[in-house]
């Protein structure tokens, strides 16, 4: 067995892959293809309308709110989020936590003002900044919830009482969270809802069609939802792995329940990196991810010798991304807790070789 702690595109369930691939061959009594069908099909519409209906049932979506099924991943969004809520001459808040928060942050500048409220770039991002001021005359308030590069995650919303905007690519799905305390949610599927290729988009209706410029069509929130994410050929395929895989995610028990497998999954983890003389955290303890364990070796020199040595053991997808170095362990739902015992046993294995 593989275990992989890849960030992205990321693991999905194997009976998943087989749904999948049973569908590529054959779908559902249509003697066609998910990969020929037309999109335009009551079959098809059924695949777009139980996608959005788990995901209102998974999240507890209230009334009021649009889900919506979008392309372009979570990038395109830091581009439409602006476009269609920050008016000329407007500021908007952002809480700069890592490259996804910067990047999301340039985008909105094409577009009106932005305030950069906090911002922990100084220090690498290994914190989550907690001190800071939302101007209440900000169109809006825009953070990223899991930092997937460097292994940060917020769990309380911060408080203000302008709409907030969150970027949730890496950890949707992942915890429950209240999403009447924010006005606009997204998060690129591939991080943990299903495959690359489909953008989920959770909007406050009422926060929409305020802004006076003119929005191509494709790039308006309104149209999409009008359109019933079918505005043009939605992606066909990524649309129905995802629903396979929150299927999948409600036989489990849903949000709750794995929740309480993603913290025992990552407390194991970071148990073993702070008890192991060989490894250490990067983030401060406070602020660390769940989805996302970044971690070091005391001694760099060993940290090819340890990737090697976790790979030997099918132990694949650990290393970290460039910008921190060393290891990030991604633990996204499908992830058993087998192969973070995997892990886990790979780096005790690792301490006893190394020992004096
Ligand atoms: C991966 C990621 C993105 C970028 O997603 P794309 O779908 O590739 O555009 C944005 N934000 C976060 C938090 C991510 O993890």
Redesign the pocket.
């Known amino acids: 067995m593989t275990h992989n702690f890849g960030?992205?595109p990321c693991i999905l369930p194997q009976e998943v892959f087989k749904q999948a691939s049973q569908a590529v061959l054959e779908f559902n009594g249509t003697g066609l293809s998910i990969l020929e069908i037309s999109h335009r099909t009551p079959e098809f519409e059924a695949v777009v309308d139980e996608t959005v209906r788990l995901v209102k049932e998974l999240l507890n979506v209230p009334e009021g709110y649009s889900v919506v099924l979008l392309q372009?991943?979570?990038?395109?969004?830091?581009s439409m989020v602006p476009m269609n809520l920050l008016g000329e001459g407007q500021t908007a808040a952002y809480l700069n936590t890592?490259v996804?928060a910067s990047?999301?942050l340039k985008e909105a500048k094409l577009f009106g003002n932005v305030n950069v409220v906090a911002s922990s770039k100084e220090e690498n991002y290994t914190y989550i900044p907690k001190d800071f001021e939302i101007p209440a005359d900000s169109a809006y308030f825009h953070y990223?919830?899991?930092?997937?590069?460097y292994g940060t995650e917020l769990f309380d919303v911060p408080e203000t009482k302008v709409p907030v905007v969150c970027?949730?690519?890496?950890d949707i799905f992942s915890r429950v969270i209240d999403v009447s305390q924010f006005e606009l949610i997204y998060a690129?599927?591939?991080?943990n809802m299903g495959p690359?290729g489909v953008?989920l988009a959770i909007v406050k209706d009422s926060i929409l069609g305020k802004v006076e410029r003119n929005i191509p069509s494709m790039l308006d929130y309104k149209v999409q939802i009008d359109g019933g994410s079918m505005y043009n050929t939605p992606p066909v395929f990524s649309i129905y792995v995802s629903m396979l895989n929150l299927r999948w995610l409600k036989s489990k028990g849903g949000v709750a329940a794995i929740e309480k497998e993603n913290i025992s999954k990552s407390e194991a983890l970071y148990k073993e990196i702070d008890r192991n003389s060989l490894f250490k955290g990067t983030c401060r303890i406070e602020d660390r991810s769940r989805m996302n364990v970044c971690f070091v070796m005391e001694n760099p020199e060993l940290e090819k010798p340890f990737l090697k040595f976790a790979e030997e053991r099918n132990i694949i997808g650990i290393k970290g991304h460039r910008s921190v170095g060393g290891f990030r362990a991604s633990m996204y739902n499908a992830l058993p807790i087998t192969s973070v015992h995997a892990l886990i046993d790979a780096m005790q294995e690792f301490e006893e070789k190394h020992r004096a």
Do not use: E
């Open positions: 960030a992205g372009g991943g979570a990038s395109l969004q830091f890592g996804w990047k999301a990223t919830s899991n930092n997937t590069i970027d949730m690519s890496s690129g599927a591939q991080k690359a953008t």
